[in-house]
């Protein structure tokens, strides 16, 4: 029900968004100095004016408080073209996706009348302080502190963050400290807080800006806190309670780079195909040559799948209720941004040598997008995300299934076996997605009958590992890489399946065009899923895992490569 049909929008929201859409793309094209803001390392003051003035500093801060008031649809529209500059598109994201957003989700009313309105208008830039230089990907672990005054009224806040975007110009912080707590049993206790700190506070000082590979004109210091003094009615949410106002912060945020990377990646096709269309070697067009042809395949279905993703999660945010989509998001973001890496690279390689020049824009992009595989939560991080998560449910069903065989209900377990032993005796499955009633259109039928084989076999494998694992399964990080690479694929398919099928369902333009990528990214995606959920299965001879971690052993315990020169001698 969730994602058939693929989401739409109103006549008049898709009017309202292309009202934005003309003036943002023209101010792209025709102001934005890309190659400049890269060299110089910043973005001019005129550029951020320009920014400011088109809205694009509240673009999701509702109209009452000045901001564009966009839906998370419309935002990832928007995104695809602030994205055509990684450091404009990080500036950006920084103050509203992370740095502004604890005050959208989580602040009370008076906290939004304070602080939204400069915040919108871009007077005011906003920056997320949670990152500390002994805690990276494990955010629990910070040691910034805040401490209550005797008198109650405002919290001093100590400490140190680094690698912060915006964290040289941000007038706004949304912070992350320690707090003392007292529990349900009296017991003091350390939890995290988030704050609204005002560089005007005091005790607020920066670092020099960071020399980075890429995104070199986004702003990115340490931020140093030295006894700041916090009002009390700046704490976002509740005290205490701030751990879980960072994740919601970062997992509401993470979906836009699904639309942004596929922005990027269209705007890559059209410059090569340019290209290819037009060089001539061996008294052939590029474009003629398999292997070019090949990129040109991968690129769009990469773009078609990532932005089938994008806008499918955001479809389900803006639906009433606020469902929690922090899964669908991580997924987005992780298969984007690898998508994103890839493409560059092979648009970088049909240029050539070209390719590799600073006259070209490609050595940029490939700079810029690389720090999508780790902020925002790493990848690695995000892949144990996805697999404990989507383990967690199948578990809480597994764990109803075993009390009804301990509690001596043989009938269950004997209908686990049976329905085992029909499995491995192949047998058609049906989730209701193909055939004469299902919601998939009969030219992706054969798409659709593999993604319910794959999502069949994927159910009964993680019942497996369940079961061969139980609670150790937190630890076994190259499995759960294989049921999470596994998931992702599968939200991919639906992804692109759902979207093909409303395509051709409405009569949209060139939808037989959609209809191949999606059958050619099927098919490559259910290989890949047999050949994971092979690998995952007990005693499996495609399995590494093993010799893998053994052989990281040998190098990690000498910290060096261990095997000897090939010219060394024993005689």
Known sequence: EEVFPYPEISNEELEEINQFVGPVEKFFNEEVDSKKIDQDAKIPPETLKGLKDLGLFGMQIPEEYGGLGLSNTMYARLGEITSLDGSIAVTLAAHQAIGLKGIL??????????????????????AFCLTEPGSGSDAASI?????LSEDGKYFLLNGSK??????????????????????????????ITAFIVERDFGGVTHGKPEDKLGIRGSNTCEVHFENTKVPIENVIGEVGGGFKVAMNILNSGRFSMGSASAGMIKKLIEMTAEYACTRKQFNKKLSEFGLIQEKFCFMAVKAYVMESMAYLTAGMMDRPGFPDCSVEAAMVKVFSSE?????????????GGLGYMKDYPYERYLRDCRIL????????????????????YAGKILTDKIKEIKKGNVGVALGEFLSKLRDTMGRKVDYGLVGDRGVVHPSLQESGKKLEENIYYFGTTVKGLLSRFGKTIVDEQLVLKKVADTVINLYAMTAAISRASRSISIGLRNHDHEVLLTNIFCTEAYFKNNYAMAQLQKYADENLDDYIKKAAKQVLEKRAYTCSHPLDRTF
């Open 105 to 126: 989700i989580a602040g009370t009313d008076e906290q939004k009348a304070k602080y939204l309105p400069r915040l919108a208008s871009g007077e005011h830039l906003a």
């Open 162 to 191: 680094v690698w912060i975007s915006n964290g040289g110009l941000a007038n706004i912080f949304t912070v992350f400290a320690r707090t003392e707590v007292v529990d349900k049993d009296g017991q003091l206790k350390d939890k």
């Open 339 to 351: 998508g994103a890496w890839a493409c560059v690279s092979e648009a970088l390689q049909i240029l």
């Open 373 to 392: 595989l780790i902020f925002e939560g790493t990848n690695e991080i995000l892949r144990m995300y996805i697999a404990l998560t989507g383990m967690q």
């Open 143 to 147: 040691q910034t502190r805040a401490t």
